[in-house]
């Protein structure tokens, strides 16, 4: 496996990922149970029909997720020489964080032995 260099330029998180269900529904069957709810029923109440309406996206889509099946764990999608793959950061959270407390430890040890070749040597300097 080729080794891998990444400058990191942001955060990332892991978000949800959701299974389809095996019917998807339509928009129509959407819009039926949308404008069925209390919610859009208070959406409409509150915005006007018209209004109301650049909204139904977001019901929609709130409809489609409420279907799905989530995944159990949390994961971050990656993309490495056109391969597309799933990370599950908490899988491997206690290696990695022994593996982030060993370089810590190695660069601290690293900093007190030159501060200390630091204050010998800036003592012999002025002679004492």
Do not use: C
Not at 56 to 73: A, I, S, Y
Not at 118 to 124: E, H, K, L, M, Q
């Amino acid at each position: 496996m080729p080794s891998l260099l990444a400058a990191h330029r942001a955060i990332t998180m892991a978000s949800p990922m959701y299974f389809r269900p095996e019917h998807e529904p339509s928009d129509a069957e959407l819009d039926a149970e949308i404008e069925a709810s209390d919610k859009w029923r208070a959406n409409v109440a509150a915005f006007g029909a018209t209004e109301a309406e650049r909204y139904r996206e977001v019901f929609r889509f709130k409809e489609r997720v409420k279907r799905m099946r989530e995944f159990p764990e949390r994961v971050i999608p990656v993309e490495i020489d056109g391969q597309k793959k799933l990370v599950v950061p908490l899988v491997n959270i206690e290696y990695d964080f022994d593996q982030f407390m060993a370089l810590a430890n190695r660069v601290a040890n690293a900093l007190l032995e030159h501060l200390e070749g630091g204050r010998a040597s800036a003592v012999s300097e002025r002679g004492e």
